[in-house]
């Protein structure tokens, strides 16, 4: 996987990174190559099923990533951005893992042996690598005391299933805390935002929304910093508070704290506008 100054991965960036969430691709693609790490975008991938498939079709939902996991090459983790699809890939990587008649479908449907030690790795573990082996370069206190409220979601509390693995919460709060920025104390920062209910019972979304946007208000946060496509947009559409408390996510940051992305126009297509709040900080012109 690495050279000397190399990290190499596979990358799977999910509908929501290639559609309503640009802004965390691309400024999650910037950190990387700042960072040295080089993404190889899976060709011809496919939704991994998240949010609609896995409440529907079983049959759909194991199918869906697991032709995602057969494109990804056998030589090099494969990295998935968004917290559900790591969740719906990991979960089939595992399942198929631990059943024969499983393995013997995969090969028979696309084509190719099913590799049980394909790594699948959040943009979370990655970047906690990253920082324990002392690689993490570029980034000063560029952050100038923006207080933030950390927010993790639900997306991060595995099923039984998948109990081991690792969550890497504080994550945030360690690596921003060294970019100059300042995590508020609250106590919403793994709840749920609602977001698999938004069409269902839009009503609960909505209130599961505001009770999280009132508690970063009551923890003084300047903004809401999140990981998560789903809640970031479930967060921006369904807050109903005036002055609304802008959502970053955590690459949008990053690449901020390492001096890329000011003049990019990420932070136009957000639907509570954090350019104020960043100008405040003398973190955008």
Same mark, same amino acid.
């Given at each position: 996987m690495n050279n000397l100054n190399t990290l190499q991965y596979s990358y /799977?960036?999910?509908?929501?990174? $290639?559609?309503?969430? =640009? ?6 693609? #910037? %950190? ?5 790490? &080089? ?15 896995? #409440? ?23 990295? @998935? ?20 008649? $499983?393995?013997?479908? %995969? ?6 042996? %099913? ?9 979370? &573990? ?34 039984? =299933? ?5 969550? /890497? ?5 360690? @690596? ?14 793994? *709840? ?45 559409? *369904? #807050?109903?508070?005036?002055? *609304? ?6 690459? &949008?940051?990053? #690449? ?10 990420? /932070? *136009? ?17």
């Amino acid at each position: 996987m690495n050279n000397l100054n190399t990290l190499q991965y596979s990358y /799977f960036p999910g509908c929501s990174l $290639a559609t309503s969430a =640009k802004e965390s691709n691309r400024s999650l693609i #910037s %950190f990387c190559r700042q960072q040295g790490v &080089e993404l190889t975008e899976l060709r011809d991938w496919n939704c991994c099923g998240s949010s609609s498939a896995h #409440s529907i079709d079983a049959h759909l939902a194991h199918h869906l990533p697991a032709r995602n996991l057969a494109l990804a090459p056998p030589d090099r983790p494969l990295l @998935v951005a968004c917290p559900s699809c790591y969740l719906r890939l990991k979960r089939t990587h595992m399942e198929i893992a631990e059943d024969s008649a $499983a393995r013997e479908e %995969f090969q028979r449907m696309w084509g190719r042996r %099913f590799d049980p030690d394909l790594e699948i790795v959040s943009f979370f &573990e990655m970047l906690s690598m990253i920082v324990d082996q002392g690689r993490l370069k570029g980034l000063s206190g560029r952050l100038n005391g923006l207080r933030f409220a950390p927010y993790y979601g639900c997306m991060l509390m595995r099923p039984p =299933k998948m109990r081991r693995e690792h969550t /890497f919460h504080g994550l945030m709060e360690k @690596v921003l805390s060294q970019t100059g920025a300042e995590p508020v104390r609250w106590p919403h920062k793994a *709840r749920c935002c609602g977001t698999f209910l938004s069409v269902s019972r839009p009503l609960v979304a909505a209130k599961s929304v505001q009770t999280i946007m009132d508690g970063a208000a009551r923890a003084n946060a300047e903004c809401i910093v999140t990981a998560c496509a789903m809640c970031h947009l479930n967060l921006e559409i *369904r #807050s109903t508070r005036p002055g *609304r408390i802008p959502v970053l996510y955590f690459s &949008e940051l990053l #690449s901020l704290a390492g001096g890329i992305g000011q003049g990019e126009g990420w /932070f *136009r297509r957000h639907l509570i506008d954090p350019r104020p709040l960043l100008r405040r900080h003398h973190l955008i012109a």
